[in-house]
Every structure is written in C-alpha cells, then in structure tokens.
C-alpha cells in the first residue's frame, strides 16, 4: 500500500458546491451531503459559492490564481468528493464545469484526475426536467474525470425542497439521500484504502 492510501480514519472528501449566491440551495445540499460524511469519520474540506468563482480554465498556461490552486490542491489529496450543481438551462452552472475542468492539471499524478475516487453526484433545480439532466451531466462528468459516481445520486427539486439558514430541509426524502450519498463517499474511500492497487 502506497503512502497516498488512506487508513481507515485518514479520509478526506472535498464538498464542491453552490452558486454566485452566498447560501444557495445547491451549496446547502452538498453540506447536508457533507455533515453526513464528517459525522462517518472524515474531514471534508467545503469550497462552495464565490470560492468557486475561478478564471476560465485555460489549458495553454501553468499559471493559476491562488483560488484556484487551492481547488487542485485539495482534489490532489482527496479521497473522494462530494459535487452540487444548480441546474442552468437543462445543465450543469458553467461555474461548477468550469471548477471540475480545472481537475485536467492532475493528468499526469500518479492518481490522474480522479482516479479511484468516488464523486456523490447532486443537482438543484427549479423542477424536474433540470434537476434530472443536470444530475446525468454530473455523472457523466465524473466518468470523464475517471471517477466513480455513487450509486445513489440525490436530484433535489428546489420547487418543493426548502433549505433553512442553517441548511437543514423538512423535505426527509431529499435529507436522507443527501446523508445517504455523504456516507457513500466515505464508505467507497475506505474500501479502496484497505485494498492494494
């Protein structure tokens, strides 16, 4: 096993998330997703909202701005991650696809982009058609990337699904998958820890 391997309490899950607006609902869900994850034993690192307001991703220079090495960093050293995507016309916000391509300066790691992570895949939308598309454009991402998607992905439909200002939601159904895919994450980064490669 490689130092890069996490042991069993040594888990880190990066909570990618929200939009332009400080609280957003789709910030909100990946740190409901987030405190599922803290409460099965790991440290989640939370780069949500204006965090993620980065230069375009520019594949013709090495050059990147303080925010945006922070982003790579952490992903370099995560054991799985944790995306929110508010849906913008039928898809992912260019914001977050923006943030995920910025995943391409890990190509060359011995771990290139995120190879043997699993990615809990969320979406926030204004009615169901958006939340369901925008939820298929994550995943489909994260295969690109390598990833692994959770087997349970949480399409949060913000029509009927309110968030509170301390991010807690009435609505069980969409608590209980966002808690579910947080403690998937964690449950897949341990598993592949206590394997060999």
């Known amino acids: 096993m490689s130092s890069n391997v996490p042991t069993m309490t040594d888990v880190t899950i990066v909570a ?28 989640v690192i939370y780069i949500t ?18 925010q945006a090495s922070t982003l790579v960093e952490a992903i370099r050293g995560a054991n799985g991650l944790l995306v929110a995507s508010p849906g913008y016309h039928g898809g992912i916000s260019g914001m977050i696809k923006n943030a995920l391509d910025y995943i391409e300066d890990l190509r060359e790691d011995e771990r290139p982009y995120l190879h043997n992570r699993a990615v809990g895949c969320i979406s926030v939308a204004y009615g169901w058609q958006a939340t369901v598309s925008t939820l298929q454009q994550i995943r489909q991402v994260t295969h690109a990337l390598r990833g692994w998607p959770t087997p349970l992905g949480a399409a949060v439909n913000s029509q009927t699904t309110k968030f509170a200002a301390d991010g807690s939601t009435e609505d069980e159904a969409a608590a209980s998958q966002l808690a579910s895919i947080g403690e998937q994450v964690v449950e897949f980064a341990r598993m592949r820890a206590s394997s060999p490669e």
């Open 16 to 43: 990618i998330g929200g939009s332009t607006r400080p609280g957003s609902s789709s910030e909100m869900a990946v740190r409901l997703a987030g405190r599922s994850a803290e409460k099965a034993g790991a440290r």
């Open 49 to 66: 909202g204006r965090d993620l307001i980065l230069p375009i991703y520019d594949t013709e220079t090495t050059e990147r701005t303080d």
